[in-house]
């Protein structure tokens, strides 16, 4: 049974093609409904992903080259709700799905149903959950296995409020300028741009059309978006970014967003940064300009991170207790919490 089979539901920036499904989205997850003893992901790409049972994890799969990679299930015989969530970032990179199967005797039941509710976060390592299963001082070459996006505090968002989501996050990115200035070109904005960012670049050199890339704002329409961006900009070795052109780029990215769509609210997010700690003033000035001009549709908040997992990124409990400081605003805006 392969991918364009309408009993998968995508969660994420996928692109569909006729031979796979793409994706380098950290969070980026497939859903399904099954009776099995066992299934099967064709993947390619160097990642990892989460395999599900009713919720609980059953299986962390490590893919590169293509392979059919094989994964137990309970097989008692009742259909369960089976998710592949893809734990790793590809920037730059991504992942091609190429067919999920049940054994012989298996079987498909009736798709999930999509959400109601959606949800959408762009951001930077924070955002990814970078790290977040490792200790500050290990090995920097640790990344790939030590972060785990479905820990994270935006899947543990999404995942709380039953949301379909989108994390459209990039470690080492910021708004105007990445951190110590890498790839200047390929900033947030840019890279937001596309459906499968972390691939777009090298298409890009390899001569496809940049329409052909670009992602369709209309395929989702989130009613709450979280912006937890600016780390970058103002940390790392100087020069940082320009006041100004960070001011004037976020506010460009929020009136981008409301035209795309129409009614969502924001949560903006800010943490302390080093040296200067500039991130927080500047986030709250936008925030400040944006409540006088009359804006009623968006929120602020500064988080308390403790960054004591891999290159002082916030470890999982940290990213627990992020959660749980937005949850209240988040289901606010998105009218979700019960009466």
């Known amino acids: 049974m392969d991918k364009f089979s309408e009993n998968l539901l995508f969660s994420g920036r996928w692109e ?5 499904s793409r994706t380098s989205a950290p969070a980026a997850m497939v859903q399904f409904n099954a009776q099995a003893k066992s299934l099967e992901f064709e993947l390619e790409g160097e990642a990892r992903f989460r395999v599900d049972e009713d919720g609980r994890q059953i299986a962390v799969l490590t893919t590169n080259s293509r392979s059919v990679n094989k994964v137990k299930t309970s097989g008692d015989g009742s259909v369960h709700r089976y998710r592949l969530i893809k734990i790793s970032e590809s920037n730059p990179g991504g992942v091609r799905l190429y067919k999920v199967s049940t054994d012989k005797a298996g079987k498909f039941a009736a798709p999930p149903k999509q959400s109601n509710r959606r949800i959408e976060f762009i951001g930077d390592s924070f955002t990814v959950g970078f790290g977040n299963e490792g200790r500050n001082g290990e090995d920097e070459s640790l990344v790939f296995e030590k972060t785990n996006a479905s820990r ?14 989108q994390v459209n996050a990039f470690s080492g990115r910021g708004l105007v300028r990445n951190y110590d200035n890498i790839v200047p070109e390929w900033p947030v904005p840019r890279l937001y741009e596309y459906t499968v ?6 298409d890009l050199a ?3 059309a940049d329409a052909s890339l670009r992602y369709d704002f209309d395929s989702f329409h989130p009613q709450v978006i979280v912006i937890f961006i600016g780390i970058n900009d103002f940390q790392g070795n100087p020069p940082y970014a320009d006041k100004g052109a960070f001011k004037k780029a976020y506010a460009g990215l929020l009136e981008k967003l409301r035209k795309a769509h129409p009614g969502v609210k924001f949560l903006l997010l800010s943490t302390k940064v080093w040296p200067n ?9 936008i925030y400040d300009v944006e409540v006088a001009a009359g804006k009623r549709d968006l929120e602020f908040m500064t988080l308390q991170t403790a960054n004591v997992a891999l290159l002082g990124h916030p470890d999982i409990h940290s990213h627990e207790d992020m959660a749980k400081a937005i949850r209240s605003l988040v289901g606010r805006l998105g009218r979700w919490l019960s009466r």
Do not use: C, Q, R
């Not at 994270?152 to 989501?165: E, P, R, T, V």
């Not at 991130?279 to 000035?285: A, G, I």
């Open 16 to 20: 569909h093609g006729k031979e796979f």
């Open 206 to 208: 390899n001569g496809l």
């Open 277 to 285: 700690d500039d991130l927080t003033p500047t986030v709250k000035s």
């Open 197 to 202: 960012p972390g691939e777009a670049p090298g």
């Open 152 to 165: 994270s505090y935006a899947f543990l968002i999404a995942d709380g409020f039953k949301a379909d989501f």
